[in-house]
Each structure stands twice: as C-alpha cells, then as structure tokens.
C-alpha cells in the first residue's frame, strides 16, 4: 500500500515561472515531510524539509506547504530555472520506524 | 553531509548468479540503509544495516536473498543473491541520523537477463 502518493508524473514549466509539484500521504502519524531532488545517475539529494506541526518552510526559492487536514503538501519553485530539470520525490518519516517513505516521483522539466 | 561511493556502478548479470554491492562513506555512521527503485516505482527500504547488529529487513525483504553485512561503521555490502529478472533495479545505500534526512550514494543499476 502506497502511502505516499505523487499523482503527478511529469510537469513542464517555463523558466523563470513557479513549479509546483504536489503530494498526498495517507498515514496522519508522519511526523516529517522531505523533497529530495535526482539528477539522472545521481543518488537522490536532500532538498528541504517541514516538521509535522508547521504549514510551511521557505529556504531560498523553494517553498513547502503542509496541508494536515488534507494529508497534502506541495513544494514551490520560484523562480524555475533550467537546473531545476529533475525528478523530484516526496518523502515522509515516522520517529520510531526510523523508516522514509517515498513517492514515485515527478520528473519536472524547466523550458528555457 | 556524508559523501558516499558505491561499487559497481551498473552491472549486467544472468539470472541464478549473484552480485555484492559495496557502499562506503567518508565518515563514520550508525545506520546504514539499502534501497530498491524498480522502474518507475518509488524507492523502497529493503533493510538496516547496524554496525555491530543483524540488519533489520523490512516486509517482503528476506535475509536469505539479499544479505547484508556491516563490518565497520564506514562500509557496508548487499548482496543480491540467486537473481531473476524482476531483481533489475536500481539499489542505493544511504545513510540518516534522526529528522529523515538521509544521504544517498549514486545507486547501482543492476540489470538481470
């Protein structure tokens, strides 16, 4: 059962437009919420977080909103710029299962 | 930040054979953990691997089929053993303290005809 859900594939932006990409989870007990970014070849990298109890964290361009009640969060880019070109995954933790869970990601594609 | 080097890189191998993969980081780390992507598919735990202690497998990840060893706290193998074509994927070790935030090497990308 996937508990983490990217419904989303792909998504094309413009460069210099927001990106935003977005994630479901099903499991309210997630006590915190990543995006890792991946560069074909590449492990996956850390991009930003946000704690269970915030609605959003902002670091640079990029911004997440948490959305509990929906079991929603989106992640912001903005700016978009051509090096934003990744598949992007959402990511969730449980303390205690020591565990990530991850979305299938979206590939996001900067036009410039 | 930890930087992390696996061995091989990809590798093509025939099915009932079996293939170790080496993980090694630049610094010394409690957990160590190994990932599966399947094409198209999230990435998916298979196992902890604890320096000093037997990996913990996640559900419908066997030690028997993927055995993991730990010997020190800068290295760690998997094996993927007995392999059938629904092995290829794409294996990443990682490695995390708290918060979720974890650090991955650049994966193995394993082919199995």
């Known amino acids: 059962d996937q508990q983490v859900k990217q419904n989303s594939p792909s998504l094309s932006v413009q460069e210099g437009r927001i990106s935003i990409l977005n994630c479901d989870y099903t499991?309210?007990?997630?006590?915190?919420f990543l995006w890792y970014k991946k560069y074909p070849a590449e492990g996956p990298t850390f991009l930003i977080s946000?704690?269970?109890?915030?609605d959003k964290n902002e670091d640079g361009r990029f911004t997440v909103f948490l959305n509990k009640s929906a079991k929603h969060l989106s992640l912001h880019i903005v700016p978009s710029q051509p090096g934003d070109s990744a598949v992007y995954f959402c990511?969730?933790?449980?303390?205690?299962?020591?565990?990530?869970?991850f979305g299938t990601g979206t590939r996001l594609t900067v036009i410039p | 930040s930890a930087v992390i080097s696996q061995k091989p890189s990809r590798d093509i191998c025939q099915r009932g054979t079996s293939l170790t993969i080496q993980c090694q980081v630049d610094?010394?780390?409690?957990?160590m953990f190994w990932y599966r992507q399947q094409p198209g598919q999230s990435l998916t735990l298979i196992a902890t691997?604890?320096?000093?202690?037997?990996?913990?497998?996640e559900s419908g990840f066997v030690i028997d089929k993927f055995p993991i060893s730990r010997p020190n706290l800068t290295f760690s193998t998997l094996t993927v053993s007995n392999m059938s074509p629904e092995d290829s994927s794409i294996y990443l070790c990682?490695?995390?303290?708290?918060?979720?935030?974890?650090?991955f090497g650049p994966g193995t990308r394993l082919t199995v005809l």
């Open positions: 990511a969730a933790f449980l303390t205690g299962a020591n565990n990530l869970f």
């Open positions: 610094s010394q780390v409690t957990m």
């Open positions: 499991n309210s007990m997630f006590d915190y």
């Open positions: 990682s490695v995390g303290e708290g918060m979720g935030e974890q650090f």
């Open positions: 946000i704690s269970s109890i915030k």
């Open positions: 691997a604890n320096q000093g202690s037997e990996a913990t497998y």
